[in-house]
């Protein structure tokens, strides 16, 4: 019933900008804590950047200053603004988060399904 999914990739140039989503979904949940990771062909998943309930941020130096993290917890619903897009950017970026349901009474850990950021011109 829980389910967490991102939006938002796709091909862009360099130096552009795409906006990914990261959006919890069942019946009264709350998005808690996210986080992002990347995963480049024949690279292991890498974290770079969290964003907690309160919003405080903590980001990988290999993105810092580029992407932006942002919450709407009335849409359960993160946000992760990435300007200045490099090729070697380009990867599956998934979110991975904390979700209380009511139903479960619990908070658990789930992930997306990844979407494609390629940025190449």
């Known amino acids: 019933q829980v389910q967490l999914v991102e939006s938002g990739g796709g091909l862009v140039q360099p130096g552009g900008s795409l906006r990914l989503s990261c959006t919890a979904s069942?019946?009264?949940?709350?998005?808690?804590?996210t986080s992002w990771y990347r995963q480049a062909p024949g690279n292991q998943r890498e974290s770079i950047a969290h964003?907690?309930?309160?919003?405080?941020?903590v980001y990988a130096d290999s993105i810092k200053g580029r992407f932006t993290l942002s919450r709407d917890n009335g849409k359960n619903t993160v946000y992760l603004q990435m300007d200045s897009l490099k090729p070697e950017d380009t990867a599956v970026y998934y979110c991975?988060?904390?979700?209380?349901?009511?139903?479960?009474?619990?908070?658990?850990?789930?992930w997306g399904q990844g979407t494609q950021v390629t940025v190449s011109s």
């Open positions: 991975n988060a904390q979700v209380f349901s009511p139903s479960i009474g619990r908070w658990s850990d789930y």
């Open positions: 069942g019946n009264s949940v709350s998005l808690g804590g």
């Open positions: 964003i907690a309930s309160s919003g405080n941020t």
